[in-house]
């Protein structure tokens, strides 16, 4: 929906993956754990976009580069009130400012150790609100573009699990 060239949605498509490769260094019990974080664990949990840029520094790739851009900003917000840099507009890469909005989307729409997922409509809702505060308008005018293709996705996950698309 965002008109890029095929190398660039090819690419994305294989470097998002990668965007919390950082979670490796963050211990389990605060992966885990089933309440909200405290201070302390928040902001170890934030450490992991900084180790997940460490990982896939020096890149000898324009895959592993993009996997490093993203790993750094997926967690920056258009308004500059996300982390580590605290970035904002168009200072975030545009790698990481889409896949802020799909990570949102999947936190959103998955069941978490510390919540339920939230239904469609609800989601929709919080990303839509967070236009221009959290995500790029571009970006989140592009995802309500695809949204029927993004619906029907979201329902043969939820019916299916991932195994469907593993295998595929």
């Known amino acids: ?78 308004d500059g009130s996300g982390y580590p840099k605290g970035l904002a507009g168009k200072h975030i890469p545009i790698e990481g400012r889409i896949t802020a909005l799909a990570d949102v989307f999947d936190a959103l729409t998955s069941d978490r150790p510390y919540k339920k997922a939230y239904q469609w409509e609800e989601s929709c809702e919080i990303i839509h609100n967070g236009r221009g505060i959290c995500h790029d308008p571009e970006v989140v005018d592009a995802f309500f573009k695809a949204k029927d293709k993004i619906k029907a996705i979201y329902e043969r996950f939820k019916e299916n699990g991932v195994e469907e698309y593993v295998q595929q």
């Open 1 to 78: 929906e965002m008109k890029r060239d095929k190398g660039f949605v090819d690419t994305i498509l294989y470097a998002s993956p990668m965007h919390d490769i950082g979670k490796i260094g963050i211990p389990d019990s605060i992966l885990l754990k089933p309440t909200s974080l405290n201070e302390e664990e928040y902001n170890i949990m934030k450490q992991h976009t900084l180790i997940g840029s460490i990982i896939l520094e020096n890149p000898k790739s324009k895959l592993i580069s993009m996997a490093e851009s993203i790993a750094r900003t997926h967690h920056e917000k258009w």
